[in-house]
């Protein structure tokens, strides 16, 4: 069996673990420092959206940033200063706007016809819906990495019958020529 450590060395013991403690510290926070530092050189502001309770038991959006703060002579971080912003209003705002989004995809997606969504510089198809892709013969990711003028024929239109004889109806508005 082990002889039991005498009072003195557990005290020896001790105290070397408190060192080792004491540096691994001192090395983790000026880690932090450091990298605390970097995101503010480059004016890295830490911002999220939070819920917040007023003092009627009212709770309401914010946006929080927080921002570190350093000693100008040690460089040591000694904490970090932050703002609060009421988002109420900008909530509402986004609201009827994401209904309004959701009823576009909807009617979009439900469209008895082929309707596609276009750069008007590039003619890149950026969006289209499942009726343009049974007409055209392309899934839909095909599609998205098309340009309108791919659809097109020869002479720079779209044919208004496909391979099979199906009619193909050609987009009215549209604010690209193809070819």
Do not use: W
């Amino acid at each position: 069996m082990a002889e039991k450590p005498t009072y003195e060395e557990l005290e020896r013991r001790i105290q070397e673990l408190k060192t080792d403690y004491t540096q691994l510290e001192k090395k983790l926070l000026e880690g932090i420092a450091q990298k605390s530092k970097a995101g503010r050189a480059q004016e890295h502001t830490d911002r999220y959206e939070s819920i917040l309770r007023r003092k009627n038991g009212e709770k309401f959006p914010v946006l929080k940033g927080d921002e570190p703060r350093f000693d100008n002579q040690s460089g040591q971080d000694i904490g970090s200063m932050g703002v609060v912003n009421d988002i109420t209003e900008r909530k509402r705002m986004e609201e009827p706007l994401r209904e309004r989004e959701e009823k576009y995809r909807l009617l979009f997606n439900m469209g008895v016809n082929a309707m596609f969504l276009v750069d008007n510089n590039t003619t890149q198809i950026l969006e289209c819906n499942n009726k343009a892709s049974q007409l055209f013969g392309y899934s839909s990711q095909q599609l998205l990495s098309m340009k309108m003028t791919d659809l097109a024929d020869k002479n720079g239109s779209v044919p208004d019958r496909s391979d099979s004889g199906q009619p193909v109806y050609q987009c009215t508005g549209c604010h690209y020529r193809c070819g």
